[in-house]
Protein backbone atom coordinates (compact mmCIF):
# COMPACT_ATOMS: atom_id res chain seq x y z
CA UNK A 1 0.00 0.00 0.00
CA UNK A 2 1.50 3.71 -1.19
CA UNK A 3 1.92 5.86 2.41
CA UNK A 4 1.80 9.36 2.41
CA UNK A 5 4.55 11.28 4.00
CA UNK A 6 5.12 14.93 4.21
CA UNK A 7 2.18 15.97 1.45
CA UNK A 8 4.09 13.42 -0.80
CA UNK A 9 3.57 9.99 -2.73
CA UNK A 10 5.94 7.27 -3.86
CA UNK A 11 5.16 8.14 -7.27
CA UNK A 12 7.11 5.15 -8.25
CA UNK A 13 4.50 2.94 -7.52
CA UNK A 14 1.75 4.89 -8.70
CA UNK A 15 3.16 5.50 -12.22
CA UNK A 16 4.25 3.34 -14.83
CA UNK A 17 5.20 3.48 -18.55
CA UNK A 18 3.38 2.90 -21.51
CA UNK A 19 5.30 2.82 -24.16
CA UNK A 20 2.88 2.42 -27.21
CA UNK A 21 0.55 5.93 -25.49
CA UNK A 22 1.45 9.27 -26.98
CA UNK A 23 3.74 10.04 -24.55
CA UNK A 24 1.68 13.76 -23.84
CA UNK A 25 -1.13 11.86 -23.27
CA UNK A 26 -0.29 9.33 -21.47
CA UNK A 27 1.23 11.61 -19.00
CA UNK A 28 -2.02 13.87 -18.78
CA UNK A 29 -4.03 10.47 -18.56
CA UNK A 30 -1.71 9.30 -15.58
CA UNK A 31 -2.71 12.59 -13.87
CA UNK A 32 -6.19 12.30 -14.51
CA UNK A 33 -6.63 8.88 -13.32
CA UNK A 34 -4.93 9.85 -10.12
CA UNK A 35 -6.83 12.38 -9.41
CA UNK A 36 -10.20 10.30 -10.24
CA UNK A 37 -9.08 7.51 -7.67
CA UNK A 38 -8.03 10.13 -4.97
CA UNK A 39 -4.54 8.84 -4.78
CA UNK A 40 -3.12 12.70 -4.74
CA UNK A 41 -5.80 15.41 -3.63
CA UNK A 42 -5.48 18.99 -3.93
CA UNK A 43 -2.26 20.59 -2.51
CA UNK A 44 -0.28 17.51 -3.31
CA UNK A 45 3.36 18.13 -5.05
CA UNK A 46 3.81 16.40 -7.62
CA UNK A 47 7.72 15.16 -8.85
CA UNK A 48 10.18 17.01 -10.09
CA UNK A 49 10.41 16.86 -13.66
CA UNK A 50 13.56 14.86 -14.39
CA UNK A 51 11.68 12.24 -12.12
CA UNK A 52 8.56 12.62 -13.67
CA UNK A 53 10.38 11.60 -16.92
CA UNK A 54 12.39 8.60 -15.56
CA UNK A 55 9.06 7.02 -14.14
CA UNK A 56 6.71 7.27 -17.20
CA UNK A 57 9.99 6.61 -19.75
CA UNK A 58 9.49 9.76 -21.34
CA UNK A 59 10.76 12.61 -22.38
CA UNK A 60 11.27 16.11 -20.48
CA UNK A 61 9.55 18.19 -23.03
CA UNK A 62 6.70 15.61 -22.96
CA UNK A 63 5.93 16.34 -18.97
CA UNK A 64 6.94 20.19 -20.11
CA UNK A 65 4.40 20.05 -22.33
CA UNK A 66 1.87 18.15 -20.77
CA UNK A 67 2.39 20.23 -17.49
CA UNK A 68 1.10 23.36 -19.72
CA UNK A 69 -1.80 21.72 -20.72
CA UNK A 70 -2.97 20.81 -16.88
CA UNK A 71 -1.80 24.41 -15.70
CA UNK A 72 -4.21 25.46 -18.60
CA UNK A 73 -7.15 24.09 -16.74
CA UNK A 74 -6.46 24.95 -13.12
CA UNK A 75 -5.24 21.06 -12.24
CA UNK A 76 -1.68 21.72 -11.40
CA UNK A 77 0.03 25.05 -10.65
CA UNK A 78 3.89 25.83 -10.93
CA UNK A 79 5.32 27.88 -8.15
CA UNK A 80 8.65 28.92 -9.42
CA UNK A 81 11.31 27.92 -6.99
CA UNK A 82 9.04 25.57 -4.99
CA UNK A 83 7.78 23.07 -7.47
CA UNK A 84 4.30 21.83 -9.17
CA UNK A 85 1.15 21.09 -7.06
CA UNK A 86 -1.82 19.79 -7.73
CA UNK A 87 -4.16 23.06 -7.39
CA UNK A 88 -5.40 23.82 -3.72
CA UNK A 89 -6.77 27.12 -4.76
CA UNK A 90 -10.58 25.63 -5.77
CA UNK A 91 -13.17 27.79 -4.20
CA UNK A 92 -15.33 28.90 -6.78
CA UNK A 93 -12.99 27.00 -9.53
CA UNK A 94 -15.18 24.75 -11.30
CA UNK A 95 -12.22 23.77 -13.74
CA UNK A 96 -10.49 21.70 -11.41
CA UNK A 97 -13.30 19.31 -10.89
CA UNK A 98 -11.83 15.87 -11.99
CA UNK A 99 -15.09 15.34 -13.91
CA UNK A 100 -15.00 18.47 -15.93
CA UNK A 101 -11.45 17.25 -16.88
CA UNK A 102 -12.32 14.13 -17.84
CA UNK A 103 -15.43 15.96 -20.11
CA UNK A 104 -12.73 18.11 -21.75
CA UNK A 105 -10.30 15.23 -22.51
CA UNK A 106 -13.17 13.20 -23.47
CA UNK A 107 -13.63 16.00 -26.51
CA UNK A 108 -17.50 16.15 -27.31
CA UNK A 109 -19.32 16.51 -30.44
CA UNK A 110 -21.38 19.60 -30.03
CA UNK A 111 -24.29 17.21 -30.91
CA UNK A 112 -23.57 15.55 -27.79
CA UNK A 113 -23.20 18.93 -25.66
CA UNK A 114 -26.78 19.79 -26.80
CA UNK A 115 -28.58 17.04 -25.64
CA UNK A 116 -26.70 17.29 -22.64
CA UNK A 117 -28.05 20.63 -22.31
CA UNK A 118 -31.12 19.90 -23.03
CA UNK A 119 -31.52 16.91 -20.52
CA UNK A 120 -30.26 19.05 -17.53
CA UNK A 121 -32.06 21.94 -17.99
CA UNK A 122 -35.28 20.01 -18.25
CA UNK A 123 -34.54 18.44 -14.78
CA UNK A 124 -33.02 21.45 -13.80
CA UNK A 125 -36.29 23.31 -14.55
CA UNK A 126 -38.42 20.85 -13.37
CA UNK A 127 -37.14 20.97 -9.59
CA UNK A 128 -37.20 25.07 -9.90
CA UNK A 129 -40.79 24.74 -10.15
CA UNK A 130 -41.25 22.02 -7.45
CA UNK A 131 -39.05 24.48 -5.16
CA UNK A 132 -39.09 27.69 -6.08
CA UNK A 133 -39.96 30.37 -3.25
CA UNK A 134 -41.11 33.99 -3.98
CA UNK A 135 -37.55 35.44 -3.05
CA UNK A 136 -36.37 32.67 -5.81
CA UNK A 137 -38.44 33.79 -8.35
CA UNK A 138 -37.75 37.51 -7.29
CA UNK A 139 -34.20 37.00 -7.86
CA UNK A 140 -34.43 35.63 -10.98
CA UNK A 141 -36.32 38.24 -12.90
CA UNK A 142 -34.22 40.96 -11.24
CA UNK A 143 -31.44 39.00 -12.97
CA UNK A 144 -33.02 38.66 -16.11
CA UNK A 145 -34.55 42.55 -16.11
CA UNK A 146 -30.60 43.73 -15.80
CA UNK A 147 -29.69 41.00 -18.74
CA UNK A 148 -32.20 42.92 -21.01
CA UNK A 149 -31.15 46.56 -19.87
CA UNK A 150 -27.03 45.03 -20.97
CA UNK A 151 -28.98 43.97 -24.64
CA UNK A 152 -30.59 46.69 -25.18
CA UNK A 153 -27.83 49.12 -24.36
CA UNK A 154 -26.47 50.50 -27.69
CA UNK A 155 -22.40 49.94 -26.07
CA UNK A 156 -23.48 46.02 -26.22
CA UNK A 157 -20.98 45.26 -23.25
CA UNK A 158 -20.43 41.49 -24.32
CA UNK A 159 -18.09 40.68 -20.81
CA UNK A 160 -21.58 41.64 -18.74
CA UNK A 161 -23.95 40.05 -20.84
CA UNK A 162 -22.23 36.70 -20.84
CA UNK A 163 -21.67 37.04 -16.67
CA UNK A 164 -25.32 37.86 -16.47
CA UNK A 165 -26.58 34.83 -18.60
CA UNK A 166 -24.23 32.53 -16.49
CA UNK A 167 -25.47 34.34 -13.49
CA UNK A 168 -29.15 33.32 -14.58
CA UNK A 169 -28.24 29.63 -15.17
CA UNK A 170 -26.50 29.88 -11.34
CA UNK A 171 -29.73 30.67 -9.56
CA UNK A 172 -31.73 28.15 -11.70
CA UNK A 173 -29.07 25.52 -10.21
CA UNK A 174 -29.30 27.45 -6.82
CA UNK A 175 -32.96 27.50 -6.77
CA UNK A 176 -32.96 23.26 -7.48
CA UNK A 177 -32.05 22.51 -3.42
CA UNK A 178 -30.16 19.97 -4.79
CA UNK A 179 -26.30 20.60 -4.51
CA UNK A 180 -25.42 17.69 -6.95
CA UNK A 181 -27.60 18.63 -9.44
CA UNK A 182 -26.44 22.78 -9.08
CA UNK A 183 -22.57 21.84 -9.18
CA UNK A 184 -23.00 19.71 -12.13
CA UNK A 185 -25.46 21.83 -13.96
CA UNK A 186 -22.70 25.08 -13.13
CA UNK A 187 -19.88 23.37 -14.42
CA UNK A 188 -21.64 22.09 -17.51
CA UNK A 189 -22.52 26.05 -18.22
CA UNK A 190 -18.91 26.90 -17.68
CA UNK A 191 -17.97 24.23 -19.93
CA UNK A 192 -20.47 26.40 -22.61
CA UNK A 193 -18.91 29.44 -21.53
CA UNK A 194 -17.10 29.90 -24.56
CA UNK A 195 -20.05 28.90 -26.68
CA UNK A 196 -22.05 31.60 -25.24
CA UNK A 197 -19.53 34.01 -25.61
CA UNK A 198 -18.98 33.44 -28.97
CA UNK A 199 -22.42 33.73 -29.86
CA UNK A 200 -22.95 37.02 -28.01
CA UNK A 201 -19.60 38.28 -29.69
CA UNK A 202 -21.11 37.73 -33.28
CA UNK A 203 -24.15 40.00 -32.41
CA UNK A 204 -26.68 36.78 -33.08
CA UNK A 205 -26.99 37.05 -29.21
CA UNK A 206 -28.47 40.54 -29.16
CA UNK A 207 -31.79 39.16 -31.70
CA UNK A 208 -35.45 39.41 -30.52
CA UNK A 209 -35.41 35.43 -31.22
CA UNK A 210 -32.55 35.31 -28.54
CA UNK A 211 -34.40 38.31 -26.19
CA UNK A 212 -37.06 35.76 -25.76
CA UNK A 213 -35.69 32.63 -24.74
CA UNK A 214 -34.93 33.67 -20.89
CA UNK A 215 -38.37 35.46 -20.80
CA UNK A 216 -40.05 32.79 -22.20
CA UNK A 217 -38.24 30.52 -19.53
CA UNK A 218 -38.82 32.48 -16.33
CA UNK A 219 -42.80 33.32 -17.26
CA UNK A 220 -43.34 29.37 -17.42
CA UNK A 221 -41.38 29.30 -13.97
CA UNK A 222 -43.39 32.29 -12.17
CA UNK A 223 -46.92 30.43 -13.48
CA UNK A 224 -45.40 27.10 -12.40
CA UNK A 225 -46.09 25.55 -16.02
CA UNK A 226 -43.83 22.69 -16.70
CA UNK A 227 -44.89 22.00 -19.65
CA UNK A 228 -44.49 25.79 -20.73
CA UNK A 229 -41.19 26.12 -19.14
CA UNK A 230 -39.81 22.04 -21.00
CA UNK A 231 -40.93 23.63 -24.28
CA UNK A 232 -39.75 27.02 -23.48
CA UNK A 233 -35.98 25.11 -22.75
CA UNK A 234 -35.76 23.23 -26.00
CA UNK A 235 -36.87 26.50 -27.95
CA UNK A 236 -34.02 27.73 -25.95
CA UNK A 237 -31.05 24.83 -26.69
CA UNK A 238 -32.19 25.55 -30.57
CA UNK A 239 -31.63 28.71 -30.30
CA UNK A 240 -28.37 28.66 -28.47
CA UNK A 241 -27.21 26.49 -31.32
CA UNK A 242 -28.47 28.24 -34.22
CA UNK A 243 -26.61 31.31 -32.67
CA UNK A 244 -23.35 29.31 -32.86
CA UNK A 245 -23.88 28.12 -36.17
CA UNK A 246 -24.78 31.73 -37.96
Not at 14 to 26: A, F, G, R
Not at 125 to 146: F, H, T
Not at 198 to 222: P, W
Request: glycine residues 2%; negative net charge; hydrophobic residues 40%.
Amino acid sequence: MNVKQNNEFDFSILLTPKPNESSVDYVINNIKELLLTKKIIPGDRLPPEMELAKLLSVSRGSIREAMKILAAFGIIEIRRGDGTYVSSDIEGKVLFDPLLFSFILSQPEFEELKELRLLLEKDVIRLVIKNANDDDVQALRKCYEIMEVLKNNNEQMYDKVLECDLEFHRILGKITRNKLLEKIYNFVMEYFKPFIAQSIRKHTYFSLESKQTHKNILEAIEKRDFVTAEKAVEDSVEVWKNLIFK
